[in-house]
């Protein structure tokens, strides 16, 4: 696997052993290094650093549920203000009462006024599954799905019933969701949050974003693994580069959230250019809806897949196309994608992909108005075809389309 780096650490298990030196000893041995025991505190910072790395500002409460303990972390902008440890975990054998007791003694979980609960762990995520099989929730994606007060405390009463089926629940977890239900019951009435939010993230996360990644990487985890995505799928070097260039007035009056999903959605432009062209939106659509990362949410990775979809299926009705990708976005949100992705769809046919082309053309935007400026030495490119292309473009973002070879 050519691993050239390697940072074990161990958590609260192993920190209240009264034998967790004697326990990791084997372990340093095979692995020719120490085992870094993390204090509480250190556990804290790690849990909520492989959080932010991919929800970056986050606000809230974060609660990683183990099979000993629970650790607790309050976020306000991405930054840690309280975190404690508590020695109930969804392998403990507790009563009610004392999770409370334990739970409300600490006093800011209360106070702290949070309004989403991200659930870090095993326990969180089979309540994520049993939410999405139950619901018919059209996106089979756990991290970063949001279950509402009241169905959060709906599943966890249905679990602590003694003739529970504990539907959706995988098998492997399902003789300890009781005692996780407990203790996810008690925090959400206690902290009075209005959502959780099902994170994929782990201590893991933190230890990476800690010990491997660079400051641009951290900043923001979705551009960076975009990047990545377009040097190892794209034709061409520095082609997304161009294409953002070319799209930059897209993004004149709009949020930086749209900014930001632009350059992500240029960087994967090119991601399937080497498959059967009947399938492409398809498989382009899938793999983004798919995509082993946790640095999106829901309705982001929607965005992104019906930008994808329209850039290689155009307008076509007659496409093969995932049914999830429509599910989760509004009238508006929809519009977005679709018109984003018609824009790179003209790109890539004028350019074939190429720098070199893409720089003939230059992009104005205004009220109305889609202006494409041409370089007069490429007239003969823009045939009927890219015409055709270039209008539906315009059409989609409420505008006129205007050519000058200039």
């Not at 539907?167 to 005692?179: I, Q, S, W, Y």
């Not at 994929?200 to 990545?228: P, Y």
């Amino acid at each position: 696997m050519q691993v050239d780096s390697c940072y074990p650490v161990a958590t609260a298990a192993v920190r209240r052993a009264k034998n967790g030196e004697e326990f990791c000893h084997p372990a340093e041995i095979i692995l020719g290094q120490p085992i870094h025991i993390l204090s509480q505190q250190e556990e804290a910072a790690h849990v909520a650093r492989g959080l932010v790395l991919n929800v970056p500002e986050a606000n809230g409460l974060v609660a990683d549920l183990g099979g000993g303990s629970i650790e607790i972390v309050a976020l306000k902008d991405g930054v840690v203000m309280h975190s404690v440890s508590l020695n109930h975990g969804h392998l403990s054998n507790a009563e009610e009462g004392e999770i409370i007791n334990a739970i409300r003694g600490v006093g800011w979980i209360e106070s702290f006024g949070a309004k989403q609960l991200f659930g870090v762990g095993g326990s969180f995520r089979a309540l994520g599954s049993a939410f999405i099989e139950r619901e018919n929730y059209p996106l089979p994606v756990l991290h970063g799905l949001k279950i509402n007060r009241d169905s959060a405390l709906m599943l966890c009463n249905d679990f602590l019933r003694p003739s529970s089926p504990l539907a959706g629940v995988p098998l492997a977890r399902r003789a300890t969701m009781p005692m996780a239900a407990k203790i996810i019951r008690a925090l959400v009435n206690i902290s009075a949050v209005r959502r959780v939010v099902v994170s994929g993230t782990s201590i893991r996360d933190g230890v990476i974003a800690i010990n491997e990644l660079s400051d641009t990487q951290r900043a923001d985890f979705l551009v960076a693994i975009s990047k990545e995505i377009s040097a190892a799928s794209g034709r061409f070097a520095g082609f997304a580069n161009e294409l953002m260039e070319f799209l930059h007035p897209l993004k004149n009056g709009r949020e930086p959230q749209f900014a930001r999903l632009l350059d992500v959605a240029c960087n994967l432009a090119d991601m399937c250019w080497h498959e059967h062209s009947d399938m492409r939106g398809d498989l382009a659509a899938r793999r983004v809806l798919g995509l082993p990362v946790n640095c999106m949410t829901h309705k982001e990775r929607t965005w992104l897949a019906m930008s994808l979809y329209h850039r290689y299926a155009g307008l076509k009705q007659n496409k093969p196309h995932p049914q999830e990708m429509q599910s989760l976005l509004g009238p508006k949100l929809q519009a977005e994608a679709i018109s984003v992705g018609l824009a790179l769809r003209f790109a890539l046919i004028f350019s074939a992909g190429t720098c070199e082309q893409l720089k003939n053309i230059r992009l104005e935007c205004q009220p109305g108005v889609m202006r494409l400026h041409i370089k007069p030495g490429v007239r003969g490119l823009f045939d009927l075809n890219c015409q055709r292309r270039f209008s539906d473009f315009a059409a989609s973002a409420m505008c006129n389309p205007e050519i000058l070879f200039c």
